[in-house]
């Protein structure tokens, strides 16, 4: 490093007199010896010599003025905020060439410090690069940071739910939920030996993987079950309720055996015996296996019965079905009732009604409405 003292300008014209007077005084002192006598000189007229352009020879040399020190030494401010500017921000902004020399207060005078290594602006620019590279490190790290913790987040989605499923699994397997009751009811006439062993299917399956539609259909099959509900109840008992269908009536088949049917014309049951609680329709009727639908006449038959009224069924005796096809029911006090084909159920038990009440007590024994014309005889 090298410093020099701020170029004064008295001192610059004592430098300029010094040039001229110390010429002249030299001059007129070695007259004076060589002559040896005294006498009154007459000075001639001081030359101005030119003064020694000092800031030019400073601008040429390299070195700083004056006026360039102070100018390259002010601090730049941020007129926003009014903080000053970064040293990095301010080489960063460099074009190459010194910002100036420092200054310094030495005895009361200005000095400056002028750098004499020649660094160009391009190796100063460099002190931002540290900088520049932890910044871009940081923002490395924070997205390596995220990109981690998105991860995280699938991975613990991905545990969560296997998690979730392995402890289904665990239920499902585990004997705790599996079904250890069975309650039936509605059960009348249906077989208890089907109905068992759709009981028997269920017990012991896990409640919430289990069949229960299809034990509702299984049980829907038995010929008198009509409908079937099956409902679970946690955590190991399991409900079925189930509505039987209604026996009408039943006929003799070919076989011997009797065949139980409902308004639908389905064949409930086969038995041997005569039923007491539904009456019988006398005819030969098909051999038919129960779950069977039978066909006319015995169809019309049931739905006669079904039709009549309370007071003219409590005195119905049989039904009966002749090959042509003909109904007819036999009543108390040895009365017949002819009903023809069947068809038009409602207006021959309209006409059949109006003449019991209209004969009263008298005596008859058939009443004929096979025509539509109720008569009696």
């Known amino acids: 490093m090298t410093s020099f003292d701020d170029v004064d300008p008295d001192v610059e014209a004592e430098l300029a007199s010094a040039f001229t007077d110390d010429e002249f005084d030299g001059d007129d002192g070695d007259d004076g010896a060589d002559d040896g006598s005294t006498h009154t000189r007459t000075r001639e007229p001081r030359r101005r010599v030119p003064r020694p352009d000092l800031i030019g020879w400073a601008k040429r040399s390299g070195r700083p003025t004056k006026k360039s020190a102070k100018k390259s030494t002010k601090k730049p401010t941020e007129k926003s905020s009014g903080k000053a500017k970064t040293p990095a921000a301010t080489t960063g902004k460099s074009s190459g060439r010194s910002s100036g020399p420092a200054k310094k207060k030495v005895g009361g005078k200005t000095r400056f410090v002028i750098s004499d290594d020649d660094r160009n602006a391009s190796d100063r620019g460099t002190q931002a690069a540290p900088i520049g590279r932890s910044r871009f490190r940081e923002r490395r790290i924070a997205v390596r940071r995220a990109a981690g913790r998105r991860r995280l987040r699938w991975v613990v989605v991905a545990g969560t739910a296997v998690a979730i499923a392995l402890v289904v699994l665990l239920l499902l397997a585990s004997p705790i939920l599996s079904i250890r009751q069975v309650d039936v009811e509605g ?6 030996e089907r109905v068992g062993e759709v009981v028997a299917s269920l017990k012991g399956d ?7 539609s299809g034990a509702e259909s299984d049980l829907e099959a038995i010929p008198w079950i009509k409908a079937a509900r099956v409902s679970m ?4 008992r399991v409900r079925i309720q189930i509505a039987e269908r209604t026996p009408m009536a039943f006929f003799r088949a070919v076989d011997g055996f009797n065949r139980v049917i409902d308004i639908d014309g389905r064949v409930l049951d086969v038995i041997e015996g005569d039923p007491v609680d539904y009456p019988p329709i006398r005819g030969t009727g098909p051999n038919l296996t129960p779950g069977d639908l039978v066909g ?15 007071d003219l069924r409590l005195r119905v005796i049989a039904a009966a079905a002749s090959p042509e096809g ?3 029911l ?4 040895g009365v017949t009732v002819l009903f023809g084909r069947p ?11 109006n003449e019991i009440k209209r004969q009263g007590s008298r005596s008859y024994s058939v009443i004929d409405v096979s025509t539509g014309e109720p008569s009696v005889r």
Do not use: C, M, W
């Open 326 to 328: 003909e109904l007819s």
């Open 187 to 192: 059960v009348v006439y249906a077989d208890p």
């Open 233 to 236: 109840h946690l955590p190991s």
């Open 206 to 212: 896990p409640i919430l993987t289990a069949d229960l």
């Open 330 to 333: 036999e009543l108390t006090d």
């Open 296 to 310: 006319q006449p015995f169809l019309g038959a049931v739905q006669l019965l079904n039709a009549l009224p309370r």
């Open 343 to 353: 068809e038009g159920f409602q207006d021959k038990l309209v006409g059949v009604v």
